[in-house]
T-cell receptor
Framework: DGGITQSPKYLFRKEGQNVTLSCEQN?????MYWYRQDPGQGLRLIYY???????QKGDIAEGYSVSREKKESFPLTVTSAQKNPTAFYLC????????????FGEGSRLTVL | AQSVAQPEDQVNVAEGNPLTVKCTYS??????LFWYVQYPNRGLQFLLK??????LVKGSYGFEAEFNKSQTSFHLKKPSALVSDSALYFC?????????????FGKGTTLSVSS
């Protein structure tokens, strides 16, 4: 089945540690995105990539980094510079057209201890 | 700046009654509008979208939405609510200010359907 796989689903981190969230898609989509979800705040865009080897900052990129070395993969690293990293992280992909909807993974919940 | 607003944090309806979840938007140019649903600790599922054409858009699970350009609204509707419709609903608009194809999301509306 085609879809988007995020791992791990739950992750605990100590303060000062970097963590990497995995996102893999087999939909052959060009574009991929990372959103952060906090209660009552909706979804906020962290980074997006329209094509392999290229990515752009979203609205809340500080403290995060990404790479797009393969079309299928768009990992997100939450660095120690992110002041409030506890959140639900959602990865999505789309064909990359203006009229195309986004397809979402099941999310990764990060908790900083 | 482009934005989308969901004025109600929570909507409560009885099973079998019609439901409406409200969304208003602010964009320059023609809006591309989307509705998604999220169940607890899950990803978002696409329900429907308006790009152009008929103002009444039909989507998944019996949901529909009406695009109203004069009121800049895109309300989600269902003629008869089910308990299983209870979830978090997001309205979104295409972000034409970004070079890419990302969406701007509202804060979400929790729908609670009682039996």
């Amino acid at each position: 089945d085609g879809g988007i796989t995020q791992s791990p689903k739950y992750l605990f981190r100590k303060e000062g540690q970097n963590v990497t969230l995995s996102c893999e898609q087999n939909l052959n989509h060009d574009a991929m995105y990372w959103y952060r979800q906090d209660p009552g705040q909706g979804l906020r865009l962290i980074y997006y990539s329209q094509i392999v080897n290229d990515f752009q900052k979203g609205d809340i990129a500080e403290g995060y980094s990404v790479s797009r070395e393969k079309k299928e993969s768009f990992p997100l690293t939450v660095t120690s510079a992110q002041k409030n990293p506890t959140a639900f992280y959602l990865c999505a992909s789309s064909p990359g057209t203006q009229w195309g909807e986004l397809f979402f993974g099941e999310g990764s919940r990060l908790t900083v201890l | 700046a482009q934005s989308v607003a969901q004025p109600e944090d929570q909507v409560n309806v009885a099973e079998g009654n019609p439901l409406t979840v409200k969304c208003t938007y602010s964009v320059s140019g023609n809006p591309y509008l989307f509705w998604y649903v999220q169940y607890p600790n899950r990803g978002l599922q696409f329900l429907l979208k308006y790009i152009t054409g008929d103002n009444l858009v039909k989507g998944s699970y019996g949901f529909e939405a009406e695009f109203n350009k004069s009121q800049t609204s895109f309300h989600l509707k269902k003629p008869s609510a089910l308990v299983s419709d209870s979830a978090l609903y997001f309205c979104a608009v295409r972000d034409f200010n970004q070079a890419g194809t990302a969406l701007i999301f509202g804060k979400g509306t929790t729908l609670s359907v009682s039996s």
